[in-house]
């Protein structure tokens, strides 16, 4: 049986990680981790096609990409324009969805750089920062920040909030349900947060924050709310459902804002309100900072790059 570098790494008694780091003398590690590392590739034989193409300094092709969930529109519109576009410029994709579950994620990571990729573009929900401090290839976060030494890309959150909340002034909502149902704790998202209360208190409009990870939204919509606004696309059509089944017309009764704009919510749900993120803009800076950064820098603190949103209103089709 062919030997992979995990075997390397158990047989060490490292981590993949740091095999990787031994094979690419990448980082600060002792010579007596360096001389296990390399006597268990010594008795495993261990010299893949990979690891030979990056010991003479080739680059292999190939850059990874790690989302929360293939299943929201967003992230499978987002992966595929990275995917054409990296193809454009001579690289291919290796693309893992986490799941939203760390092991997952970590055993992902551990698969991208035992594989010896040029670059990870990640949206984590998941781990520490550790995972990707410590791995030795470049790493761009797209809406996330992990490390003080990773660049990120993200969209306008801030303003995407107050896009969503002016549109609930402008229709004269009373009572706002706000969604904070996702871990922001780390995310550039917690502005979209901001924005919504900002400009809310800015006009006076009444609004209850709501955690729909601890309470079961039909538990809490239609209550009294007039307005709804969801922290995406997906969670806002299933706002609608329930409203729907609640004997209210979502929409008009009930206002509702979601926040994504992938074409496929356009497509199949026209009558939502949303924010857009610019795909193609965000697939082309995330590319652009993996390409031009050479792996995580211990001196260097990373960079946010924004880009601007828009808003999609049904009524100005």
Same mark, same amino acid.
Request: glycine residues 6%.
């Given at each position: 049986? %062919? ?20 094979i ?17 590739m ?12 990056a010991?003479?300094?080739k680059?292999?092709? =190939? ?10 529109p ?12 990296? =193809?454009?410029? $001579?690289?291919?994709?290796i ?13 992902? !990571?551990?698969?991208l ?28 976060f =797209? ?42 704790s ?13 400009? !809310? ?19 809490i ?7 709804i ?12 459902r ?8 979502? =929409? ?5 804002? $979601? ?8 497509? %199949? ?49």
């Open positions: 049986m %062919v030997a992979k570098l995990q075997d390397v790494a158990q047989l060490a008694g490292v981590s993949v990680t740091t095999v990787s780091r031994v690419n003398d990448y980082g600060s590690l002792s010579q007596k981790t360096k001389d296990k590392v390399h006597q268990a010594r008795d495993l034989n261990y010299r893949p096609n990979a690891l030979a193409r010991m003479q300094g680059p292999s092709k =190939f850059i990874g990409l790690i989302f929360p969930s293939l299943t929201n967003f992230f499978a519109e987002l992966g595929n324009e990275i995917e054409l576009q990296l =193809f454009k410029r $001579g690289y291919k994709t693309i893992a969805s986490s799941a939203n579950n760390e092991q997952i994620e970590k055993d992902y !990571l551990e698969m750089i035992s594989n010896q990729v040029d670059g990870i573009i990640s949206s984590s929900h998941n781990m520490n920062r550790r995972g990707y401090k410590n791995a030795a290839v470049s790493v761009v =797209f809406d996330r920040n992990l490390a003080e030494n990773i660049p990120v890309v993200s969209s306008d959150n801030y303003q995407g909030g107050k896009l969503t909340a002016a549109y609930m002034i402008a229709h004269h909502a009373k009572r706002v349900c706000v969604s904070v149902d996702e871990d922001t780390l995310s550039p998202t917690i502005l979209r947060i901001q924005g919504v209360i900002d400009t !809310l208190n800015q006009a006076g409009v009444s609004y209850e924050p709501v955690d729909f990870n601890k309470h079961p939204a039909a538990d919509i239609p209550g009294d709310f007039d307005g606004i969801a922290s995406n696309d997906v969670a806002a059509l299933e706002f609608a329930i409203v729907r089944e609640a004997g209210k017309v979502p =929409f008009k009764d009930i206002l509702i804002t $979601g926040y994504d704009g992938s074409q496929l919510i356009r497509r %199949v749900a026209p009558e939502l309100p949303t924010v857009i993120q610019p795909v193609k803009k965000l697939a082309a800076e995330l590319i652009d900072q993996l390409l031009t950064t050479n792996g995580a820098s211990a001196d260097r603190h990373a960079q946010t790059q924004i880009l601007p949103v828009s808003f999609y209103d049904p009524a100005l089709k």
